[in-house]
């Protein structure tokens, strides 16, 4: 059941769980999931002492946090990826779906006037992709005003959710800079470029989209 080292799901889930919000995000995504999940607890914590005399009660406020903590947790995505990382019988949805996918959250982003672009990494532009990858997803945001970046950030939950349904175990991350890009992903991962506003220049490029589209076996792993 567990996919390589005895202990390797007890060691992901949990360190997952806590730290699902934090890891590995850039500065502003950080923020937003930080504020967002104080929010939500504050909200739950507010009707539950308008119909519960004992919801201020320690044990109560510990189970609402813990509650609040693990919905973010799964709504948030990262809690399929941990899922694929850890047991033998998560697998993707295949290769046709995912590329499904890809078009269509480009096309929710390309709408958004908060994105610079969407490209993708791991395996997908490796040319590593098989059935139990996970999908690397990543959305450079354009420096503009606030409500278009909060809109941005909740489009991103919305298709993390879309993923979790799909059956396409998503690591979907809004980044501030390419910089943070550089430092984030490995050296052989060559950015397949899913959209991109016009001007912009995106460094080391990989394959190109539409050509994965038309015949995906080429980002397969071989045999």
Request: charged share 20%; with cysteine; proline share 2%.
């Amino acid at each position: 059941m567990l996919k390589e080292g005895k202990y390797r799901a007890w060691r992901n889930i949990p360190i997952g769980w806590l730290t699902h919000s934090i890891h590995g995000r850039d500065k502003t995504e950080k923020i937003f999931h930080v504020i967002n999940e104080l929010i939500m607890i504050f909200i739950v914590l507010l009707l539950c002492s308008l119909f519960s005399q004992n919801s201020k009660e320690l044990q109560h406020v510990i189970f609402i946090v813990i509650f609040c903590h693990t919905l973010m947790w799964i709504i948030d995505g990262n809690f399929h990826v941990y899922l694929l990382d850890s047991f033998q019988f998560v697998e993707n949805a295949g290769i046709n779906k995912v590329i499904d996918f890809v078009q269509w959250a480009g096309a929710r982003f390309e709408n958004s006037e908060a994105v610079s672009c969407v490209l993708v990494y791991g395996s997908f532009c490796r040319s590593m992709f098989h059935g139990r990858s996970d999908l690397d997803l990543r959305v450079v945001r354009k420096k503009t005003g606030f409500a278009a970046t909060l809109l941005l950030l909740y489009l991103t939950v919305y298709v993390r959710v879309k993923s979790l349904f799909a059956g396409i175990p998503t690591d979907l991350q809004v980044v501030d800079s390419f910089e943070f890009l550089v430092r984030q992903m490995r050296d052989d991962e060559k950015p397949v470029v899913v959209y991109c506003v016009s001007g912009v220049k995106v460094e080391n490029l990989g394959l190109s989209f539409d050509e994965i589209v038309r015949n995906p076996s080429i980002i397969m792993k071989k045999n």
